[in-house]
């Protein structure tokens, strides 16, 4: 008896995939047999759709029995609870990058003490007793006093929680005090790198001239004076487009063992300059199959280089695992995954929720730490309407997706894009379904070598 599935022709097979993240490759016969609901299969293919729940000897029950484990490991976040709370402890910022919301301006905000003390208040309630607690901004640096707070004072107002404490800085203003404080503290530190000198000042300019690049390196080098190893995250504008090679190398070149390349968002700034930073999805997927070519270039000749973006997929994809990203989540992280605070105190369903805010307006605000608390933001109508509006199962271009699975839709983008959570906008779509097309691709050619690599990324998530 055939089990639950998703397919796609790929290439002279079917790709196969279903809810607990299994996946197979038939050829024609053999998938029509599947779609038949024929026990027509050689014992070695019958055993692997076996395995992979595609096809069962038992009873329904029994079926449904079999896989309950798997697909409980595969949505294993929904029993989580919200695990990221966001400080946004300032909106003003030290650069002008083209693609970011952040002020920088006269109108900037700053958190004071007593508003991060009430944010802790709050976010004691949560249920969950492992947190991450992350400074963004603008530049989280240029109010360091609230970092400082919050870091020191949130194990003794929640001392039955593991507290992991992250800061996103693109490390101009770091100093050896702030960078001693983050290594005696275990504070993570990420940052931004775009790529070569010249690409990374063009999209992180400094108001005044000079180069943010040089900063960054003697941002980093004082980390790692002080033994701490940040991470990094790349955004790709139309300017980066032509050059993934050299990006994948300047990331080698400053020591960087991870990439994230990630397509950019028409939110903010990036809305604004769309037509001179943006670009079609294809134009992304031509750079991102490039950048990955040659990561996989480097890796195959023993350089451990990971690309985040496809490591998230590959443990779905290979292990099976229930991911805690929150943008590839049914449904997404918005609320139920995380929450984002800003510097006056209102409560967001997520980053992108104030990031919209940001822009004027104010649909994904849950509270105010002044006025309300965690219970009241989770049960809040606008909670549960980016809840439901992000469910896979529920949205007709997603439910019987072959990429389901391992995807997630951003409710606050569509929003923002079309003025409706759920009508998808389309070209994050089409950039995640591209993704995916690559890299089963290299999963059908089945290159021992290039499978090996794959598992250890996956097992980096």
Same mark, same amino acid.
């Given at each position: 008896?055939? @089990? ?85 402890? !300032? ?46 901004? @603008? ?14 004072? /949130? ?35 990420? !940052? ?75 939110? @903010? ?13 294809? &134009?992304?997927? /031509? ?19 990971? %690309?985040?973006?496809? /490591? ?22 918005? +609320? ?21 805010? &940001?822009?004027?307006?104010? /649909? ?28 896979? %199962? ?24 079309? +003025? ?42």
């Amino acid at each position: 008896m055939r @089990g639950q599935f998703y397919f796609k022709r790929v290439r002279d097979q079917y790709l196969v995939t279903n809810d607990t993240g299994a996946y197979a490759f038939l050829n024609d016969r053999d998938f029509r047999a599947l779609l038949d609901d024929r026990d027509d299969f050689t014992d070695e293919t019958r055993e692997r759709l076996k395995a992979g729940l595609f096809w069962t000897d038992e009873s329904r029950e029994g079926y449904l029995r079999r896989g309950e484990p798997a697909l409980r490991d595969a949505q294993r976040y929904l029993l989580e609870g919200t695990s990221l709370f966001i400080l946004a402890v !300032t909106n003003a910022c030290n650069l002008r990058c083209v693609y970011c919301q952040a002020h920088g301006t006269a109108s900037a905000r700053q958190m004071t003490l007593e508003t991060a003390h009430r944010a802790l208040l709050r976010i004691r309630d949560c249920p969950s007793r492992q947190l991450t607690i992350e400074f963004q901004g @603008g530049e989280p640096l240029l109010n360091f006093d609230v970092i400082r707070y919050v870091v020191e004072t /949130a194990p003794s107002i929640m001392p039955d929680k593991a507290i992991a404490f992250t800061v996103v800085s693109n490390l101009l203003l770091l100093t050896d005090d702030m960078a001693a404080f983050f290594r005696r503290h275990h504070v993570s530190v990420s !940052t931004s790198l775009d790529g070569p000198p010249a690409l990374h000042d063009r999209n992180r300019p400094l108001p005044g001239g000079g180069s943010s690049s040089a900063g960054l390196c003697r941002g980093l080098e004082r980390l790692r004076t002080h033994g701490i190893q940040p991470g990094a995250i790349q955004t790709t504008t139309r300017a980066s487009l032509d050059c993934p090679e050299q990006i994948v190398e300047t990331y080698a070149q400053l020591c960087f063992r991870q990439l994230f390349l990630r397509p950019l968002t028409r939110l @903010g700034a990036a809305a604004r300059h769309w037509d001179s930073v943006g670009y079609a999805p294809d &134009e992304f997927l /031509a750079f991102y199959r490039r950048a990955l070519n040659e990561i996989l270039r480097r890796s195959l000749r023993g350089e451990k280089l990971v %690309e985040y973006q496809a /490591a998230l997929f590959l443990s779905k994809i290979l292990n099976g695992r229930g991911v805690n990203y929150m943008e590839l989540r049914s449904p997404c992280g918005a +609320g139920l995954g995380q929450m984002a605070v800003n510097a006056s105190g209102n409560v967001y369903t997520c980053d992108e929720g104030r990031m919209v805010a &940001e822009m004027g307006d104010e /649909a994904f605000l849950l509270g105010n730490v002044a006025d309300s608390g965690y219970q009241d933001w989770i049960e809040s109508p606008r909670c549960k309407a980016v809840c439901a509006a992000s469910l896979l %199962e529920s949205l007709p271009c997603c439910c019987d997706c072959v990429y389901k699975p391992y995807c997630g839709v951003c409710p606050v983008v569509n929003y923002a894009l079309c +003025g409706n959570l759920a009508k998808n906008s389309g070209d994050r779509c089409r950039i995640y379904a591209g993704i995916l097309d690559i890299l089963f691709e290299y999963l059908q050619m089945g290159n021992p070598a290039v499978l090996n690599v794959f598992r250890e990324w996956s097992d980096q998530v």
